[in-house]
Structure formats: C-alpha cells, structure tokens
C-alpha cells in the first residue's frame, strides 16, 4: 500500500527479446489504491511484465504535472520517444495487443484508441474511449485468442461491468462506518511511509473525508441502505456468470474480464468489507485460483 497519492504509471518500451517491460505506479492509498489502478497491476503482474510505484501527490499532483489528462493511473510507454496512455482500460487493451499482434508498433495501436471529449451532467468536461475493450487484431490473431465471437463479446461485457459497477461498490463498503473508514486508514497508515505526524494527520482526518465521500457515492450510485448487499450481490452474479464448469472466466486460463474484477476487489484485502465478502458470498473459491496464477507469474519474472 502506498503513500497517500494517486496513480501514476509507466511502462518501457519493447526489448530486443519481444517483451515488455512496465514500471507501474501505486494509486493513491487515500483511496486504498484505487480498483482501476489496481486492475492495471493485475495484468501486469499475470503477465510477467516487472514494474515499480511512483506515487503521486494527490494535491499538488507535480509527478503529472506534465500531463493534461489528470486522471489516473497514466502508462507512459518509452519506445524511443515517451507515449503517454491514459484510462485503465485502454492501457490493458492496447498492452495486450502490442503482446499479441506482430504487426504494429505501440505508437500505432494506441491511436486505435483516440480520446472523444463530452460533457457530463454536470457540465464539466471528460474525455470517453468508446472502443476501450476492443484488442486490436487481424482476423487469424481474433480467432487465435477468441476462437468463437461470444467468448469476445463475454469478456467486453464484464470488463465494462466492473468498469461501470463493480469499481464504485469499494469506497462505499470499506468507508462504511466511521469505525470501518478509521480501520481503513490506520492499515494505510501501517503499510505506507508516513511520519508519526503525517500518520495521525492522514488516519483522522483521511478517515473523516472518505466517511462522508463514501455517502454521497452511496447516493449517487443508488446503493441499498446495507451496502454490503450491493457488494455480495455483484460478486455473487460475477461467479454465477463464471459458471461451476469453468476455472475462471477465460477457461482455464484468466482473460482480461477476470484480470478486471480480480484487481478491483483487491483493493479491499486486509479490511472487513473484504472478509465479510469471502464470508458471505461464494466468491473465494475464484479469488485463490488467481490469486495463484499471478503469484506464479509473479515468481517467474
């Protein structure tokens, strides 16, 4: 868990031996490292690709300052000159299509993916990737990695499920309580690099703020009074669409949909929301075979 901060991540570019070699960035602890930071650590961890964290202030922000995208995490590829990607999900999309097709630079599959600027209802301005799930491939790679169309359309589909719902149950159940959002930030506290001072600053009054956030996410979200409903109900409908004859979502292997809800349920271990959610709801069983596929490639890097 890192210092009190946002994401920022980066990523080198391709060696001479075809692999990739990122260097990843910590989302803000404020925010327990936030579910789509840590989708992108997830990837990159089952794929072997070695990284370090940079954090982040999340005041000041002078690590992205040179950066107009604002959000995090941030990859900056350095094949020759730096290539900023931005959005968790197009990172995910573009790095696995530059591991999978031979054919295009990262320069090139990152423009498959340009940015379009909207307006929300609250008149501030966003920018929006409206193929964000999509790889990038010829028809041979398609087949190759998607050997029939509903396996491609299943993994999009729950990888903008817990885009769109699953990543915005977390503040709201690990804040949930002023006993759980205290809880929440002493393990910041312990895991991160604070001073004594900086540590009682940031316990108490991090708790306090992300108290009353998580409510008014509550509200904006149109969760249920008992939060944790919507959490054990989500992750409940996660393994039922996984089914009872298939290892993970991918088949025997992860696929990006399951890389996905892995890494934002993970920012909740070692908090009561995380083991309330093993507790009541049958998700534990998919969560260790993860758990131990990525170790494995972690080991192997």
Known sequence: MGKLGAAYVTQAGRPAGGGVKPVVSAQGAGRLGCGRERKVRAFLDYHGLPYEIVEVNPIMRKEIKFSSYR????????????LQLNDSSVIISAIKTYLISKRNSLEEIVSFYPPMKTVTEQGKEVFEYGNKYWLMLDEKE???????????????????WADDWLV??????????????LASFDYIVREGKF?????????????????FISKRLKKRHHLQDNVREDLYEAVNEWVKAVGKHRLFMGGNQPNLADLAVY???RVMEGLEAFDDMMVHTKIQPWYQRMEEVIQKAEVAI
């Open 195 to 211: 001073g004594t001072v900086e540590g009682f600053f940031a316990k108490y009054m991090g708790a306090v703020a992300m108290f």
């Open 168 to 181: 915005h149950l977390i503040s709201p159940n690990v804040y949930r309580t002023p006993r759980e959002a």
């Open 142 to 160: 398609t087949k190759r990695v998607y050997p029939v169309k509903e396996v491609r359309v299943e993994e999009m589909k729950w990888r903008k």
């Open 71 to 82: 959000k995090v995490p941030i990859l900056l590829a350095n094949a020759g000159s730096p």
């Open 263 to 265: 890494g934002v349920l």
